[in-house]
């Protein structure tokens, strides 16, 4: 799988790094599996780090991430950072409008540093 997941209890921050080549299947999978720690860590934020990920995702597909992590697995983050290159900062944006309906706190981000200072976490 192409994630790497960190729970930063400092920061009360769930941190997962993409790396290498993925699919939204996989983010499909890391969501399924990750269900425990949504549940053992409510309240924490989410740092979504998908700079280094080479992923293709249609707006569709964006929909089901967004369902998958939102609605059915009923996880809650006060704020929730996605970190994407340049390019795939459009469909990041549309991620983040699906998260809004939620009440989670969302923004993109095209460095680390920005994100991992806009949720409080010291570099």
Avoid: C
């Amino acid at each position: 799988m192409p994630y790497d997941v960190h729970i930063d209890h400092t920061s009360r921050t769930i941190v997962v790094t993409g790396h290498g080549n993925g699919s939204t299947a996989d983010t499909l999978q890391l969501i399924a599996g990750q269900q425990e720690t949504f549940r053992t860590y409510p309240g924490y934020n989410f740092l979504y780090d998908a700079y280094d990920l080479e992923i293709v995702s249609t707006p569709a597909e964006m929909l089901d991430v967004a369902h998958a992590l939102f609605d059915r697995s009923n996880a809650s983050f006060p704020k929730f950072a996605i970190v994407v290159p340049h390019a795939r900062l459009q469909l990041a944006r549309m991620f983040i409008a699906l998260a809004h309906p939620y009440g989670i706190v969302a923004d993109v981000f095209s460095d680390i540093g920005e994100a991992r200072q806009w949720l409080g976490i010291d570099s």
